[in-house]
């Protein structure tokens, strides 16, 4: 099982910029990667995800405003959060499968199977 950590998160104001990485121990030769979120009281969604065809997927209200990416000579997934809002406030997890999923499968995360602890992005007003 593919081991995950994630990091960069932290305090910033509305219209800021954060960017979060995921080191993980491996990539799976084929492989879906992604970052879900959760705020207190809501359920975990999806926010980006890629595969390892560099096929990736966004959730609506991140399109033109997060970029996910991967350096594979790293093992490692980062996500580049711009004009973040206090919506944007929550925990932030790195997920991954050994499957290299498609379309909306990419952004559900009941078809990952291992999680990183997570990371709180906290944005304020």
């Known amino acids: 099982q593919v081991q995950l950590v994630e990091s960069g998160g932290g305090s910033v104001q509305s219209g800021g910029s954060l960017r979060l990485s995921c080191a993980a121990s491996r990539f799976y030769a084929k492989y879906s990667m992604g970052w879900f979120r959760q705020a207190p009281g809501k359920e975990r969604e999806g926010v980006a995800a890629i595969n390892n065809d560099g096929s990736t997927a966004y959730a609506d209200s991140m399109k033109g405003r997060f970029t996910i990416s991967q350096d594979n000579a790293k093992n490692t997934l980062y996500l580049q959060m711009n004009s973040l809002n206090p919506d944007d406030t929550a925990m932030y997890y790195c997920?991954?499968?050994?499957?290299?999923?498609?379309?909306?499968?990419?952004?559900?995360?009941?078809?990952?199977?291992?999680w990183g602890q997570g990371t709180q992005v906290t944005v304020s007003s």
């Open positions: 997920a991954a499968h050994s499957v290299s999923w498609s379309g909306h499968y990419l952004l559900d995360r009941r078809y990952y199977s291992a």
